[in-house]
């Protein structure tokens, strides 16, 4: 086991080595792509921005529940938009969790495998300053493991409201979601999450912020809130335009069952300005 966490944790130094070398080497270079750099960075931070990008976001926890339990999640997070109309564009969100974890679900247990996925549609009018989406989410039970997802499929409403001026981005993100169908056998899903955002640019596409989420299990009757500061920074590998961001997961609020002691998240977006 020691040896298995050892190697999450390497795994995670090279992440963050990664992110901070790229970093430095887009610093040096950042006269000559400040305008776009801080563009992109600020349509990054505009969860219906029409732009496609495929975000990687890493995510580890540890000290989870009486075993001390850890958990190592990737999210596939391809963000792809679609025009409708001159003034409207319908902005398609994807969350695949690939999971693994140890001593969650008891002593010395093991599962690793996909979670449940997330499909959110905005309807979002073309608008400057305040920015507006509205859409519907959905629960699809993708999980290969038991321990990992719900059996349920399950729908309901998402909203973005938020404010966006050259440089600085805040606003919310959010959804409810109810089980309309699946395992009879297993417990019913309704589920609420929120993000609610605050985000700076700079010229070289470097970014400082701060988000908050928010999930509460109506049929479990728990609450989880997590704060996290983050850096970011747009730069290239070779010509491909890319997005490094890493935080900390601050733990405030959550059942011991399944509050973590601490977490981190690292994200690598792939981004495809040109479409």
Request: proline share 6%; glycine share 8%; hydrophobic share 45%.
């Amino acid at each position: 086991m020691k040896n298995t966490r050892l190697n999450i944790y390497l795994k995670w130094l090279f992440v963050a080595f990664f992110f901070l070398s790229n970093f430095m080497i887009f610093a040096q270079d950042e006269q000559k792509t400040s305008a776009s750099a801080q563009e992109l960075a600020d349509k990054l931070a505009n969860p219906v921005a029409s732009l496609i990008s495929v975000p990687l976001q890493n995510n580890l926890n540890y000290g989870i529940g009486p075993f001390n339990g850890s958990k190592y999640t990737i999210n596939i997070q391809p963000v792809i938009p679609f025009k409708l109309t001159e003034n409207l564009n319908l902005i398609t969100r994807y969350i695949l969790p690939v999971v693994d974890q140890r001593d969650i679900t008891g002593e010395n247990t093991h599962q690793f495998g996909l979670s449940d996925a997330t499909v959110t549609a905005f309807f979002a009018p073309k608008t400057k300053g305040l920015i507006l989406g509205i859409g519907p989410a959905f629960l699809i039970p993708t999980a290969t493991d038991d321990f990992l997802g719900t059996e349920k499929f399950g729908v309901g409403p998402s909203a973005l409201v938020m404010h966006q001026g050259k440089g600085l981005s805040i606003g919310f993100i959010a959804n409810q979601i109810w089980s309309v169908a699946g395992n009879k056998d297993r417990v019913d899903f309704s589920q609420f999450y929120t993000q609610i955002f605050l985000s700076h640019s700079y010229k070289s596409g470097a970014s400082l912020g701060i988000s908050s989420e928010i999930t509460q299990n109506w049929e479990g009757k728990t609450t989880q809130i997590t704060i996290s500061p983050s850096i970011g920074a747009v730069t290239k590998l070779g010509d491909q335009v890319v997005q490094f961001a890493i935080m900390p997961l601050i733990p405030i609020v959550g059942p011991h069952e399944i509050r973590p002691d601490w977490g981190l998240r690292a994200v690598l977006a792939f981004v495809f300005p040109g479409s």
